[in-house]
T-cell receptor, first 118, second 111 residues
């Protein structure tokens, strides 16, 4: 398996522009997570899906951020409009089915997208 | 609010010099604690899961332990290839698959 795939790997944009980050999870995994990592705040969970349904979006910073998972093999994180403070590395991760929602299955992370908003 | 604190922020060791990294947590009800390793420019990679106080897990030169308030990642006779940032994360009861990460300890092992 190729692992979790993210694109683009680097994105440089200007303030006010729309940014779309993409993720393809590992086949057979039914959980998908979006994280943001900065030096100041570390790795923060933004939102996660189970079977394509958003379960917890309490980490989404504001309405400028939105995430979708139209099918089991694709998810997007969109920022509109982007601001300089959104500059960070955004990670997508997936994990396999749990035991009726109990326990913890390790998360497999993608390589990340480094976003720079000027 | 669940809190995870890691110390030290950075650690520099000579090759072969054993040490420990600390992860202390304040949560409503711990379900599990996890350790990840992150290399520069890459995503975190899973190392261990610990579920109950007294539990220990080992992998090569790494051993993770858990108490009711904290976890330690012991590194025995480290090698330069152990250089990375080590992250711990906690999962609480009722949080399903949500985990909260600490800010990490950046370890550098010098030959």
């Amino acid at each position: 398996d190729a692992g979790v795939i993210q694109s683009p790997r680097h994105e440089v944009t200007e303030m006010g522009q729309e940014v779309t980050l993409r993720c393809k999870p590992i086949s057979g995994h039914d959980y998908l997570f979006w994280y943001r990592q900065t030096m100041m705040r570390g790795l923060e969970l933004l939102i996660y899906f189970n079977n394509n349904v958003p379960i917890d979006d309490s980490g989404m910073p504001e309405d400028r951020f939105s995430a979708k998972m139209p099918n089991a093999s694709f998810s997007t994180l969109k920022i509109q409009p982007s601001e300089p403070r959104d500059s960070a590395v955004y990670f997508c991760a997936s994990s396999p089915p749990g035991l009726a929602g109990l326990g913890y299955n390790e998360q497999f992370f993608g390589p990340g997208t480094r976003l720079t908003v000027l | 609010e669940d809190q995870v604190t890691q110390s030290p922020e950075a650690l520099r060791l000579q090759e072969g010099e054993s040490s420990s990294l600390n992860c202390s947590y304040t949560v409503s009800g711990l379900r599990g604690l996890f350790w990840y390793r992150q290399d520069p420019g890459k995503g975190p990679e899973f190392l261990f899961t610990l579920y109950s106080a007294g539990e220990e897990k080992e992998k090569e030169r790494l051993k993770a332990t858990l108490t009711k308030k904290e976890s330690f990642l012991h590194i025995t006779a480290p090698k330069p290839e152990d250089s990375a940032t080590y992250l711990c994360a906690v999962q609480v009861h009722g949080g399903y698959q949500k985990v909260t990460f600490g800010t990490g300890t950046k370890l550098q092992v010098i030959p």
